[in-house]
DNA sequence: CTCCATTATACTCAATTTGAGTATAAATAG
DNA sequence: CTATTTATACTCAAATTGAGTATAATGGAG
């Protein structure tokens, strides 16, 4: 940082994110082993607006909400880059519903790529095998160390420590550190076991991806931005499945109503659903509430049922 | 977002935060005007680093806690950046403890930028007379529309809204619009009114600062960051007063340490403080805490003493 | 040495918010 | 008309919060 200017490279990675009946999905390219990216044009005014017109020219849908994620400059990036240069990648959220995907791209459930994030089917707490496999290959890596131990304690909820659902770039960090995802293997990292279950991605997409989940299940608690994801109406129920497709936990209906219903930011339709059992009524997120998303506070029940 | 790289120039601007006596500070160029930024250089591994460097290299003092805020490319930005390219800016917020500025640059109170942000000093809730010139201001620019009036309302805490001093950047972005700050006379916006006090910056270095703060203000409520701004050891009532100085508003002393002493993050060092009154213990933060910043939760209690 | 101003720390208590259930209502499928 | 399914309404104890009051330990003034 002093003087000089110098050649880069510049851009923008997208995480577009989808949820459909009870899938939280995200745009991959065709084979699901990379996130969709492309340099930044001229033409744009802005990053986000580049963005945007991208991402609708690809889709033809609109993109409801934006969200700048992080950018990246290492050199380890620059393989793409000029040869004397650097190459910075900017990476974003946008928030969609899903529709047939045009050309060389397809929607992806994301828990395919994170499979120890979704535990919406435990029931009794018996870990899973693959958690069971991971645990194993975690506890190799820390191989007793106190301060390893804790960090995997305090990112998977192990210990008596409870788990938190937002960590999901964290887990995926000390996965890819005991080396436990395919990528660690492919950038020459040591193993501490099988890996895990999970398909990798390209470069260190998949970890852009973990930053985006984590972002998003931390945003949900605090800012009304899930229904961009759901349809014009939509009943409480459609509303609590899909922030549990999103947090991954399952949560109590009647708490969730409470909360959901004294927030004043739904008005009812005057319609119902139809289908078995007792009809339920139709919400539409208050129009206003959209407008001041980013000042206009949310607030989410905790986990289970 | 489709074909060919072109020329761009990148920039790292920095937001470094320290807390001396009560008095959050922010790092600027020696007449208090702007940021301090630079060029990103080629010898830098990663952003991060670059940004590390730079800062330590510059005050003499390590940079405990970085954070990176944004990255903009508006073309409004490129005036510096090459003919035909673009400019990139991207942001940090950093946290420091205060030292000696060395050469063209100085600390400044961040309330000098931000008058209105620091409500410390309140007490039976009349508004002050720059606040009462401010709501005139904003009243002028609503106009009794709907829209423009609920914004104003939730961003400023008015008709029975609550403040919340997350809302920094909101509240910038609406003065910024109505025409009441410096930089929008600057920019060729209308004014309604004039500008309500508060130092201007260069550019939108003033929009930088306002999303630092916001960050940071949010950040210290689930994170503990504060005590990268405390010294080693400090009692239960500088580590308020530091929240406090952050978030511009008293709290309650018993809740402050109640909360503060059920969450496991101090440890106490066995000694005092001494002075006026009786003798505080002293606390050090525990030094796991460090290692595990960004998976650690904190709790703070809400306003007013 | 005593009293006072000053700050720290310990308790108290009501109001609210949460977590976890149970009970009742309104549909559809056979 | 009965079982099944989903919606919605209530209940209740536990935990957390907001706002105080009471007591303890200093240094300084007289």
Redesign the pocket.
């Known amino acids: 940082m002093a003087e000089g200017a110098q050649t880069i490279h510049a851009e923008l990675i997208a995480v577009l994110v989808a949820v459909t009946q009870g899938v939280p999905r995200v745009l991959t390219l065709a084979d699901g082993s990379a996130l969709p990216e492309g340099p930044l044009e001229p033409t744009h005014r802005s990053l986000q607006s580049g963005l945007r017109a991208w991402v609708e020219q690809q889709t033809h849908h609109p993109l409801g909400y934006v969200e700048q994620l992080y950018t990246f400059a290492d050199q380890a990036r620059s393989a793409k880059a000029p040869p004397e240069g650097r190459s910075i990648s900017i990476s974003y959220l946008g928030l969609t519903r899903e529709a047939a995907p045009q050309g060389a791209i397809s929607w992806q459930d994301w828990y395919r790529y994170f499979p120890w994030e979704d535990r919406r089917g435990e029931n009794k707490r018996e870990p899973t095998l693959m958690e069971a496999r991971m645990r194993e290959g975690l506890a190799r890596w820390d191989g007793g160390d106190v301060t390893r131990r804790m960090r995997v304690a305090s990112a998977f909820g192990l210990d008596g420590v409870a788990w938190n659902e937002e960590l999901v770039l964290a887990r995926y960090q000390l996965l890819y550190e005991a080396g436990l995802v395919h990528e660690a293997a492919r950038d020459g990292r040591a193993a501490h076991g099988e890996p895990v279950p999970g398909t990798p991605m390209v470069a260190d997409h998949r970890r852009i991806l973990a930053t985006a989940i984590s972002r998003l299940r931390a945003k949900i608690k605090y800012r009304p931005v899930v229904f961009e994801l759901l349809a014009e109406s939509f009943?409480?129920?459609d509303l609590q499945r899909c922030v549990e497709a999103l947090a991954g936990q399952r949560m109590?209906?009647?708490?969730f109503?409470?909360?959901m219903e004294g927030q004043n930011l739904l008005e009812e339709t005057g319609k119902?659903?139809?289908?078995?059992?007792?009809?339920?009524?139709l919400f539409r997120f208050r129009e206003a509430i959209r407008a001041e998303r980013d000042i206009t506070d949310t607030?989410l029940?905790?986990?289970?049922t």
Chains 1, 2 share one sequence.
């Open positions: 009943s409480l129920l109590h209906k009647s708490n109503r409470r909360v119902f659903t139809s289908g078995p059992g007792r009809p339920a009524k607030r029940p905790t986990v289970r």
